[in-house]
């Protein structure tokens, strides 16, 4: 039998149906009833085994995700990247020690990757009780640190894909010290996902040390990327880059000052706020933001949306809301610094 998404599928629906009542509390029945199916269909029309096993345990590790962060959604959490080589007599091991006591006090969990190095000082500043740590198997480097081992927020993932869905997804912001090719590449990811608006603005924070690691790495962007036209001017607007831990940690709680955060609904951007905008605030941002707005467009006020019902904690908060220019997602971060100044 042909399975389909967009037809029914007679006694198929029914025994699916039965399976998902069978259960019992299942949430949003509609999307685990699509989920089912999509593996029915996955078991018709994928014959290759080790494609079949990718697919169980993306699954089984984004399901193990899901239930270690739920409880967390409430609180703000920063991901700190950084090299597994950076040892424990280093001044960068200290200052992420630093930085990351101060992120708890604030309130903030800490997401690393649970491994040693840079990832053991975060663990170690923040305290295992305010830490996750999103773990790879590897043959070498990759055991869990001593803060996390045996912790319930300690996630093993076999995928490396898997694990950076965690970082990314679960993260307010990102802070990223020196590091090596690993530490580079998730780096990397963070910024093409801000750039193209795949995922949410968060700060990115380039925790530099002495010798000007990031320094040489932002000579290189501005000489080999912009110059030649691979990047815009508005994209640095994508990171800070500071040598001082108490500027990071500043950093990311100046850019929830006011803003809260956004979505898009029926092609428009809804930006939550922390405080209503005044009139001439919001003139002023169209005066110095008009690339954001599509021809004609301006930005309004307004309150929550009906599509906004499935997040009832956010309902009370103020709008803003305007047909965004899909082109200039590093000036939207320069927009949500703006909107921070008011």
Not at 130 to 157: D, K
Not at 183 to 195: G, K
Request: glycine share 8%; hydrophobic share 40%.
């Amino acid at each position: 039998m042909e399975l389909s998404f967009s037809r029914p599928n007679a006694e198929i629906d029914q025994l699916i149906n039965r399976l998902v009542e069978a259960a019992g509390d299942i949430h949003h029945a509609e999307i685990t009833r699509e989920m089912i199916l999509s593996t029915l269909k996955i078991g018709q029309e994928v014959d290759y085994p080790a494609d079949l096993k990718l697919i169980n345990r993306t699954l089984r590790e984004m399901r193990f995700t899901a239930r270690v962060f739920g409880p967390y959604r409430g609180r703000k959490k920063v991901t700190i990247f950084g090299s597994a080589r950076t040892g424990r007599d280093e001044e960068m091991y200290r200052k992420c020690i630093r930085f990351s006591r101060i992120l708890a006090d604030n309130g903030y969990m800490i997401i690393t990757g649970g491994g040693p190095g840079i990832m053991q000082a975060g663990n170690e500043g923040a305290g295992s009780e305010n830490s996750f740590a999103v773990n790879i198997r590897l043959p070498f480097e990759q055991q869990p640190n001593p803060v996390m081992y045996r912790n319930p927020r300690l996630i093993t993932y076999k995928y490396f894909f898997n694990r950076k869905v965690a970082f990314v997804k679960e993260a307010d912001a990102i802070a990223v010290f020196p590091g090596g090719f690993g530490t580079l590449d998730e780096a990397m990811e963070v910024f093409t996902l801000i750039q193209t608006g795949k995922t949410s603005p968060k700060p990115l924070i380039l925790v530099d040390d002495e010798g000007g690691y990031w320094e040489q790495f932002f000579a290189f962007v501005k000489q080999s990327l912009l110059v030649k036209g691979f990047i815009s001017g508005e994209d640095f607007s994508l990171f800070t880059i500071t040598k001082d831990e108490q500027e990071a940690a500043e950093a990311i709680e100046t850019f929830y000052r006011i803003y809260h955060s956004m979505r898009f609904i029926d092609h428009r951007l809804v930006i939550r706020l922390n405080k209503t905008l005044a009139p001439e605030q919001i003139r002023t941002l169209e005066e110095e933001f008009p690339e954001l707005l599509q021809d004609g467009e301006h930005i309004v006020c307004c309150g929550a949306m009906p599509e906004e019902a499935d997040q009832p904690d956010l309902v009370a908060l103020p709008r803003i809301t305007m047909k965004f220019n899909h082109h200039h997602y590093g000036l939207l971060l320069a927009f949500i610094h703006r909107i921070n100044t008011f």
